[in-house]
């Protein structure tokens, strides 16, 4: 009986490698191209000619293609020849990438603000990315961008980036007491960008940036400094893990993305500095026109006696509703999710609507992990939203949220932004 189990478990092994191994590549296609490269796709792809046909790889490449910029969606067909090899033609609808942005909000002080940005994820076909931007908020910035994933080969890329921030910032000392600075930060950054695996990538940099902070008006008394300055260094590591499987609007799969960041040169209040900071998102269909989304954000910051701290809660990163940088903290914890459903999709357009809890707490300047527990820290704002999608647009999600708070402290408020929230 025993003899007979065991044989049964080596035909059924030898049966699971028969499907996903038979025969070799023949030859891969390409339909629906224009703006991208057919030479750029087939570096990055795994599988290649003459290799034996491994249903794993031939998936994990339509994922990698699905990931891409310059990309909507792909398919593949498989075509069996009479010697058994196969024929892998993938149909592509490619994005459009030349994508302008515009940003209009309520500056810290209360004044006018806006942010335009105009950025092109398929440059040269080959999904570098190019672009800039230019923030007006109290104070003028810009910065400009330039990034491929795939430079050097289908593994290893570099970026850069030039930022030049010249913000309103409102600084809370003891944990209460309002002063407002105009924050200058000069910065150029370089960093590599390492694919390991289909699910594993990582990136090295360094920064070089000078930061300047002057009073501008709010609480003065003798231990508020008029002025702070700083030349410092920040050396970035970051890892993800992502395992998505992407169709258009609807997405499903894991990601974790681990960020630590090392702050040297400062001194005082701009001190040297170690930041945390976690990612954890998981998506899931519910149905056919469904996604239900969730992310939790965990940071952690070891300089804990500096009012300026690295975590703020504000609309656009934590809390839909919650303001522009209301509160600062040394550590934090943020759990959103949210469920979209699809209302109409005709073409290239979606409606989704969007209902969703976000929840946010943080260890408060120079206290311990009990203040993130105390109620006058913790934010709760449940919402409802929607969002207007264009499928061959890449990132064209328009999305518009109120979110309602709950507790004390709570506030209400509307939300506009470009792509999914998280």
Request: aromatic share 14%.
């Amino acid at each position: 009986m025993i003899f007979k189990k065991f044989v049964v478990l080596v035909i059924l092994f030898f049966c699971q490698m028969g499907n996903s191994q038979s025969g070799r590549i023949d030859r891969i296609e390409f339909e629906g191209l224009n703006r991208t490269k057919e030479t750029f796709l087939r570096r990055i792809m795994k599988v290649q000619p003459k290799h034996l046909a491994d249903s794993v790889m031939i998936a994990n490449d339509l994922e990698r293609l699905n990931r891409l910029p310059g990309i909507a969606n792909a398919k593949v067909t498989r075509t069996t020849l009479e010697n058994g090899d196969l024929i892998l033609k993938y149909e592509i609808d490619e994005n459009f990438t030349i994508i302008p942005g515009l940003r209009i909000s309520t500056a810290a002080n209360g004044d006018f603000a806006f942010r335009i940005s105009l950025f092109e994820f398929n440059a040269l076909g080959a999904n570098h990315l190019i672009g800039g931007y230019y923030q007006n908020e109290v104070f003028s910035s810009y910065g400009a961008y330039i990034e491929s994933r795939y430079l050097f080969s289908n593994k290893l890329g570099l970026g850069v980036n030039y930022q030049s921030n010249n913000t309103f910032e409102p600084i809370y000392f003891n944990n209460k007491e309002e002063t407002n600075y105009r924050y200058q930060t000069n910065s150029f950054e370089t960093y590599f960008l390492k694919e390991f695996d289909f699910h594993n990538r990582a990136e090295l940099g360094i920064a070089f940036s000078s930061d300047d902070y002057t009073f501008q008006d709010g609480l003065a008394a003798t231990e508020i400094p008029a002025m702070l300055q700083a030349n410092r260094v920040n050396l970035r590591s970051q890892y993800e893990y992502i395992n998505l499987k992407i169709n258009y609007q609807y997405v499903s799969g894991w990601r974790n993305q681990t960020d630590v960041r090392l702050i040297t040169g400062g001194d005082g209040l701009l001190g040297d500095n170690l930041v945390f900071n976690n990612d954890l998102e998981y998506l899931t269909r519910i149905g056919t026109k469904g996604n239900w989304a969730s992310r939790l954000r965990l940071g952690y910051s070891t300089n804990n006696d500096t009012p300026f701290a690295p975590f703020v809660v504000d609309n656009q990163v934590n809390i839909r509703g919650g303001g522009n940088i209301v509160a600062r903290g040394t550590a934090t914890a943020t759990l959103n999710t949210e469920y979209r459903h699809t209302l109409f999709e005709k073409g290239w357009f979606v409606l989704q609507s969007n209902t969703f809890i976000d929840v946010n707490t943080q260890r408060q300047v120079d206290k311990g992990f009990e203040s993130a527990f105390e109620s006058q820290n913790l934010r709760i704002s449940p919402g409802i939203g929607v969002r207007f999608i264009h499928k061959r647009i890449f990132n064209a999600v328009f999305r518009l949220d109120y979110g309602f708070g709950i507790g004390e402290n709570a506030s209400n408020g509307l939300v506009f932004g470009i792509g999914q929230y998280f």
